[in-house]
């Protein structure tokens, strides 16, 4: 069993250490053709990555509250009343 598992994990080791070293990858945003509310998002994303997930979780949080009132309210135009269901549990 053991010398099962170190014939099929030697190649793999070796494989995994050939090949020339790699820098560092670098992740930014193409921002040649944005503008507006897009462009200040990729500037955000580009220079300020803390600051860019607070705006986006901010973001996320808003539009999730937006959309549920939308739907209450469209559910209270249709004649359904949520809010004095009961949950059984």
């Known amino acids: ?5 170190l014939m099929f994990l030697a190649p793999m ?4 250490s050939g090949g020339e070293k790699q820098g560092n990858l670098v992740h930014v945003a193409d921002t040649r ?3 507006g509310f897009n462009l200040y998002i990729a500037n955000l ?3 300020d990555r803390l600051l860019f997930t607070i ?7 808003l539009m999730g ?3 549920g009132l939308l739907m209450d309210w469209i559910v209270g135009l249709i004649g359904l009343d949520l809010s004095t269901r009961e949950g059984k549990e």
């Open 33 to 35: 053709n944005l503008s």
């Open 45 to 47: 994303y580009n220079t």
């Open 55 to 61: 705006v986006a979780v901010l973001l996320t949080a």
């Open 1 to 5: 069993m053991v010398w099962g598992v």
């Open 13 to 16: 080791a070796a494989w995994a």
């Open 65 to 67: 509250l937006a959309l």
